[in-house]
């Protein structure tokens, strides 16, 4: 009995100081922090919550222009969140959507903004050309604390003005989740 008990009480400490040891690289070495920064980094990501806040923020703009449209939310990775699209809204409106998103995202830039000056310097006019973009208004990348975390898309607004006004929109200032 004593002896059980004595073997307890050694091994309590160790089994106690195993569950707090940090975190191991594959090889079981412990990484320095200063490495560990070196390699990784911690991302922000939009919610579903976030995206349906978003959203309801871009359709009430739209509502108020008396436009239905279709809006497409990406994550910071281009993954798409959420679509929706409105009522008698075109069907190419949903893929023109989510890739004016992901052009703002890939770009970090107003796909207006993009449009514009692509068509405007020599130097600059085939990313027409690239597949994934779309240079045209409506798409917007959303910020939070001076990074990228998400963007959205919209389509069928009816005009260049309103499918970027639209996207402007959606943002959400009193989370901080901006679109410039």
């Known amino acids: 009995m004593k002896t059980t ?10 089994f106690a100081a195993a569950q707090n040891k940090s975190p191991t690289n594959p090889a079981g070495n412990q990484l320095p922090l200063q490495q560990e920064q070196q390699f990784t980094k911690t991302v ?14 871009a359709r009430k703009a739209a509502t108020g222009l008396q436009k239905n449209v279709t ?14 699209r409105g009522e008698e809204v075109g ?15 890939s770009t970090k830039t107003p796909t207006l903004l993009l449009s514009r000056n692509a068509r405007n ?25 001076g990074q990228v975390i998400g963007s959205i898309g919209i389509a069928g607004g009816g005009s260049p003005e309103n499918d970027d006004f639209i996207a402007k929109s959606g943002a959400i200032p009193s989370a901080q989740i901006t679109t410039y």
């Open 91 to 105: 069907p190419h409106n949903t893929e023109a959507a989510r890739r004016k998103a992901y052009t703002a995202l």
């Open 71 to 84: 809006i497409a939310i990406l994550d910071h990775s281009g993954q798409t969140l959420m679509i929706t």
């Open 44 to 57: 922000k990501q939009l919610t579903l919550k976030a995206a349906v806040a978003i959203t309801e923020n």
């Open 5 to 14: 008990a004595f073997l307890y009480a050694l091994l309590i400490p160790i």
């Open 121 to 145: 310097n020599p130097d600059t006019q085939n990313l027409t050309s690239l597949p994934e973009l779309l240079l045209l208004a409506g798409g917007y990348p959303l910020w939070y604390n």
